[in-house]
């Protein structure tokens, strides 16, 4: 097993392999800017002495700033904002944990909007968000779908991946009540041709799809009908020791295939690449979890980095599978690359944690990665052992990568740690705000960017005027960012949706009264990959 890519300590004693840009302010600078004012306390003597000084150096510094500044976003591509909306009610959104899934080549997007109908009180959590019904949408040529779902309208549903061919698979209720949890029944789903298929379970109550590939191939998971007190589905999201086996399938032609398990009694599926290969997770005969890839009848188990679990995030068609695992001790967690039966320990910036979200078709991975101290994380890039941070935007002092496209570019957010503030593209060698990118005063403050496809098109999740971007998963709008191209005023000037208006965004982190979304810790099954909402619930310290 190679281990790479993990560096604490001097600037002197890096190794070669990893690569830090300079671009971006250093570690103490930026926890600097939010440092509370009795910190600073000491030093007030001293810059009162020097005001005048100051001021005099700050204006000229300002004034040669500007230019630079302009000059930097001369590099970097514009877009026409598309505020993809709602149903009805405050909020929608592209699924975060799905990276390029929830956009294709044809300029398709897919995820869920909330409607103005009052969820019941059997309503599943794994697929439905307080306090508002939602339905699953797709978004083609400036059209808003509703997709609806597999009985009544009061019933939820989410799109969770889209297909060349324009087909979604994802999850919807059925409106039919499991006597185990008392909650409604959901069902993994295919959306295709303009209808909604029920893809059915290994026999018991629950089932859900996670991605789909061209040749209309669907994984997800099934529960079956046998008692398992430690069921993936019922103990980890409803706290239920009474559910039944939580499965792995892979669903072709009208049948659905019960992948196995790596010797535990529960797997879960949730990536599926062109060759047919399936990722996942699934518990050991110790009950550990280990990340595993299925192909032609066999579950391979991934391995781990001495914890007792660990996560896949990405599966491209070289077979490469990328995520998270938790080292010795089960207190830290870092980032992995697994191809040809080579483990690899992407490592961290000198921090204990990380964690892997994409990987390109090129074997490009993206995510993010502590620093000395824990308290900053930034964006990664690494390929063939080299990792290189990606820094933050100006204001920022975090970021994390969800997502990048053949091309290199790659997207993400970035913020104070703490939660998302600013969608980020980070593209020719810098990293750029995308709400610069877009025309002024727009529609929605854009604070994670999920999706790049190779069009450049970009799938997120922002915030209307006078919503705190802290509200981005209750209140937020899904969002898409299309390619202005040169000479292209009009794309550059236009703002779809609703008309642009002056309006500032609440972006004190005082206010932030949710665990970070942007966290990449991940401690439980379904951490990464369940319901849309409430996600943060499923992630902690």
Known sequence: MQREGTWSGSPESRPAHIVVQAAAPRNDERMARVRPTAERAEGEEIMKHGTLTSITAITLFAALAIPVRLAAQEQHTHYRLID????????????????????????????AEQTSIPIPPNSNEYSCGAPFVNHAFEWQNSVVTDLGTLS??????????????????????????????????????????????????????HSAA??????GQVAGFALNAIPDPFSFFDLFIFGSSAGT???????????????????????????????????????????TIDPFLWENG?????????????????????????????????????????????LTD????????????????SGQVVGSADHPGNEVHTAFSWKDGVMTDLGTVEGDICSTAYGN?????????????????????????SIVN??????????????????????????????????????????????????????????????EGATAVTSTFDRDPRTMTQPDPANHRMVAPFGAHGRRVPRQARLSD
């Open 84 to 111: 993809l909306g709602t149903f009805g009610g405050p909020g929608s959104g592209v699924n975060l944990d799905k990276g390029s899934g929830a956009s294709n080549n044809r300029g398709m997007a897919v995820g």
């Open 152 to 205: 009544a309208a009061d019933n939820c549903s989410n799109a969770e991946w889209i297909n060349e061919r324009g087909e979604s698979a994802g999850v919807s209720e059925n409106d039919e009540i499991d006597p185990l949890l008392d909650v409604t029944e959901i069902r993994a789903v295919l959306w295709k041709d303009g209808q909604i298929k029920d893809l059915g379970t290994l026999g018991g109550n």
């Open 210 to 215: 996670s991605s789909i590939n061209n040749r």
């Open 245 to 287: 086996q939580t499965r792995a399938f892979r669903w072709q032609n009208g049948a659905m295939q019960d992948l196995g398990t790596l010797g535990g009694p529960d797997a879960a599926a949730f990536l599926l690449n062109e060759r047919g290969q399936v990722a996942g997770f699934s518990y050991t005969s110790s009950l």
């Open 298 to 342: 066999t579950m391979l188990d991934l391995g781990n980095l001495g914890g007792t679990f660990g996560g896949p995030n990405a599966l491209n068609n070289r077979g490469q599978v990328v995520g998270v695992m938790n080292l010795a001790g089960d207190q830290a967690q870092h980032p992995f690359s697994w191809r040809r039966g080579i």
């Open 346 to 361: 992407i490592g961290t910036f000198g921090g204990s944690s990380g964690v892997a979200q994409w990987v390109s078709e």
């Open 405 to 429: 496209n053949s091309k290199g570019q790659i997207v993400g957010t970035a913020g104070v740690c703490l939660g998302g503030m600013d969608a980020f593209l980070w593209e020719n060698g």
């Open 434 to 495: 995308l709400n610069d990118m877009v025309p002024p005063n727009s529609i929605l403050h854009l604070v994670f960017a999920t999706a790049i496809n190779d069009r450049g098109e970009i799938a997120g999740n922002g915030v209307p005027p006078g919503v705190s971007v802290y509200d981005w998963e209750r209140l937020g709008h899904a969002f898409l960012l299309i390619p202005c191209r040169e000479g292209n005023q009009a794309c550059e000037d236009h703002a």
